[in-house]
T-cell receptor
Framework: GAGVSQTPSNKVTEKGKYVELRCDPI?????LYWYRQSLGQGPEFLIY????????DSGLPNDRFFAVRPEGSVSTLKIQRTERGDSAVYLC????????????FGEGSWLTVV | GESVGLHLPTLSVQEGDNSIINCAYS??????FIWYKQESGKGPQFIID?????DKRQGQRVTVLLNKTVKHLSLQIAATQPGDSAVYFC????????????FGRGTSLIVHP
């Protein structure tokens, strides 16, 4: 598709389980961002990739969160030992490059931990 | 830490009125600002951006004003329509920070027909 694609759109998981959230950026976009958004709040930065490498992972809340982008395109956000507090919308975004280009967001993956 | 915030969490207007959404930022190093619109259940959608070397930028029915002296940003929407109802976020970023946007809390715009 033409936009940023995220799957699944909705995920319900039990506390303690492992989840993976996938992001397909816009073709040709080298910059990729993951954000987390709780109800009534603005998106909160998690991690930024430029190409295959994580250029900035300062937003990851703890070591249960990890993200990869092995071929510089698709990215996967991985959450281990999920907690109820992880429930949120996880947003992925991409941009043509790192230099202040327009950032386009996907529709998000709504994660509910029960 | 430094943050971006909004003055009004909710703004209600009548269809056809002009809307003004305000935003304050505190990071003096920020040099690139973006306004996003987010409808319920969707991701943020880019509206307009402005760099710190400009004071004003206009798009279709929207204008962004930047006052670096008081670290204030505003989004003006002309002839507001019901389809403009959404949450609006300002985001700030800096070239020294890889242009990673930092978002404020958002303002909910409600347009009454």
């Amino acid at each position: 598709g033409a936009g940023v694609s995220q799957t699944p759109s909705n995920k319900v998981t039990e506390k303690g389980k492992y989840v993976e959230l996938r992001c397909d950026p816009i073709s040709g976009h080298t910059a990729l961002y993951w954000y987390r958004q709780s109800l009534g709040q603005g998106p909160e930065f998690l991690i930024y990739f430029q190409g295959t490498g994580a250029a900035d992972d300062s937003g990851l809340p703890n070591d249960r969160f990890f993200a990869v982008r092995p071929e510089g395109s698709v990215s996967t956000l991985k959450i281990q030992r999920t907690e109820r507090g992880d429930s949120a919308v996880y947003l992925c975004a991409s941009a043509r490059g790192p230099s202040g280009n327009t950032i386009y967001f996907g529709e998000g993956s709504w994660l509910t931990v029960v | 830490g430094e943050s971006v915030g909004l003055h009004l969490p909710t703004l209600s207007v009548q269809e056809g009125d002009n809307s003004i959404i305000n935003c304050a930022y505190s990071n003096s190093a920020s040099d690139y600002f973006i306004w996003y619109k987010q409808e319920s259940g969707k991701g943020p959608q880019f509206i307009i951006d402005i760099r710190s070397n400009m004071d004003k930028r206009q798009g279709q029915r929207v204008t962004v004003l930047l006052n670096k002296t008081v670290k204030h940003l505003s989004l003006q929407i002309a002839a507001t329509q019901p389809g403009d109802s959404a949450v609006y976020f300002c985001a700030e970023s800096e070239s020294g920070g890889s242009y990673i946007p930092t978002f404020g809390r958002g303002t909910s715009l409600i347009v009454h027909p």
